[in-house]
């Protein structure tokens, strides 16, 4: 569903990805791991059309996206859902105007219809009571619970996540992180999570890639990852458990 062929990106002399090549099949839950300012963001930025690589091709359902025009990759920013890091919810608007903004913005849908669609994805993320409230009402994780409502509402094809589970405690990590788990199963979607927390990336990988200093030096199973010899992995894994801990 999603192929990276020879992407890179620098800025200036800094070199963020540095020939990154790898496949998502359709249905998969793949996670791009790495520590902060590996260009796992970067790499998201590229596939959805914020940034535009130096070299290499990104193709969507076979399609590349690289150098298209902009209203050509419009029409395949509505086939996909975007969770950013800190949700990015509009402060002004209250929990439905902002899950009814992408629908207003990209479709024809009638009041009655948007309406529904909102208390749908709600309750699909346990929220349906917040419907009226304002983001400064929500926790950190009702924030997230509703970016990812707004992420889903437009019925896309495959979802991004940009470090879903940053800044929340363990527990409302794995809360967030088993949701992404049974959405991709309830609505059948393909979904790429960059992330660098261990307890997010355990839960919902399918498969997953490492990257270091631009290149993805390992791809398999988070289990044969955490289990593997190499060095860079066992100290990478083990500072992320006492990351993790020292947070709880």
Known sequence: MVEVKNLFKSFGDHVVLDDVSFNIEEGENFVVFGRSGT???VLL???VGLLEPDKGDIFINGKSVVHIPINEMN?????MGFLFQGSALYDSMSVRENLEFPLIRNFNYSLSERDSMVKDVLEKVGLSKAIDKKPAELSGGMKKRVGLARTIITQPEFILYDEPTTGLD???TKEISQLVVELQKDLNV???VVTHDLICAKIVADRAVVIK???ICYEGEIKSLEAADDPFLKNFFSSELIESDGEM
């Open 39 to 41: 260009g796992k963001s």
């Open 45 to 47: 930025k590229c596939m």
């Open 75 to 79: 029409e395949v920013r509505k086939k």
């Open 170 to 172: 363990p527990i409302t």
């Open 190 to 192: 393909t979904s790429i």
């Open 213 to 215: 200093d631009g290149k």
